[in-house]
């Protein structure tokens, strides 16, 4: 049986860019249950034509949520991820890792490097 498929990409984007707002500008404590309903609320009130609290409420609670929050969960440990905010860059196999809030140019400077050095491995192997 296929799980019900949850909220359009879009109101998952409304959704993470409010949590984000919360916790890195407002200083709110996101890991607990009342705040993250209560940011929906404010989501669904903003946003009514595309995100559904009520909706939010049943997919909250869902078997299938509490599967994806372990996977997850699993995937930051298998990457080692214990700091927020984490971004990863991932090219041909050859990665890095960046902890803490970083600049644009600072993102720009990770990827670039990353390119450069993939550039390179394709050049090497086409030898």
């Keep these: 049986?296929?799980?019900a498929a949850m909220q359009s990409h879009y109101a998952a984007d409304l959704y993470l860019s409010a949590l984000?707002?919360?916790?890195?500008?407002?200083?709110?404590?996101i890991t607990r249950s009342n705040m993250l309903i209560e940011i929906a609320r404010q989501v669904n009130k903003s946003h009514r034509d595309h995100f559904?609290?009520?909706?939010?409420?049943?997919?909250f609670s869902s078997?299938?949520?509490?599967?994806?929050?372990?996977?997850?969960?699993?995937?930051?440990r298998v990457n080692s991820i214990i700091h927020c905010?984490?971004?990863?860059?991932?090219?041909?196999?050859?990665?890095?890792?960046?902890?803490g809030s970083r600049t644009?140019?600072?993102?720009l400077s990770a990827l670039s490097?990353?390119?450069?050095?993939?550039?390179?491995?394709?050049?090497?192997?086409?030898?």
Excluded: C, H, V
Aim: hydrophobic share 35%; glycine share 8%.
């Design 52 to 59: 559904e609290f009520q909706r939010f409420g049943k997919d």
């Design 85 to 99: 905010p984490t971004i990863t860059f991932t090219i041909g196999g050859r990665g890095i890792k960046l902890t």
């Design 20 to 29: 984000r707002s919360a916790l890195f500008l407002d200083m709110r404590d």
């Design 113 to 127: 490097k990353i390119s450069e050095n993939q550039g390179r491995s394709t050049a090497a192997n086409d030898q």
């Design 104 to 107: 644009y140019a600072q993102l």
């Design 1 to 3: 049986m296929k799980a």
């Design 63 to 76: 078997k299938g949520s509490r599967i994806a929050l372990k996977a997850d969960f699993e995937k930051a």
